[in-house]
Nanobody, 115 residues
Framework: QVQLVESGGGLVQPGGSLRLSCAASGTISSVIVMGWYRQAPGTQRELVAVINSGGSTNYADAVNGRFTISKDTKNTVYLQMNSLKPEDTAVYYC??????????WGQGTQVTVSS
């Protein structure tokens, strides 16, 4: 079964940067949207950023101007996170949606922003 695998999480000081990556373990066809979500303890999972097959992007207000979502030709999606704040601490998940209505999710990567 094809899975999404996230990497790049870790511990960073406030004001620092991290780059998350998400790639599929196999081939996923007809991907139309790739996104990053996050979930902090005791909260609901929330959308962070999305990018569609045409390259259009959308961001949550809380990260707009600090985070950048991008993808490459090999269907890897990235989340560049700059000027990180303690409130960005969460488990970050990537999700891909396909033209056929199936969604794929990764298992998440922990991002901790703390001094």
């Amino acid at each position: 079964q094809v899975q999404l695998v996230e990497s790049g999480g870790g511990l960073v000081q406030p004001g620092g940067s991290l780059r998350l990556s998400c790639a599929a373990s196999g081939t996923i066809s007809s991907v139309i949207v790739m996104g990053w979500y996050r979930q902090a303890p005791g909260t609901q999972r929330e959308l962070v950023a999305v990018i569609n097959s045409g390259g259009s992007t959308n961001y949550a207000d809380a990260v707009n101007g600090r985070f950048t979502i991008s993808k490459d030709t090999k269907n890897t999606v990235y989340l560049q996170m700059n000027s990180l704040k303690p409130e960005d601490t969460a488990v970050y998940y990537c999700s891909w949606a396909t033209l056929f209505g199936r969604d794929y999710w990764g298992q998440g990567t922990q991002v901790t922003v703390s001094s």
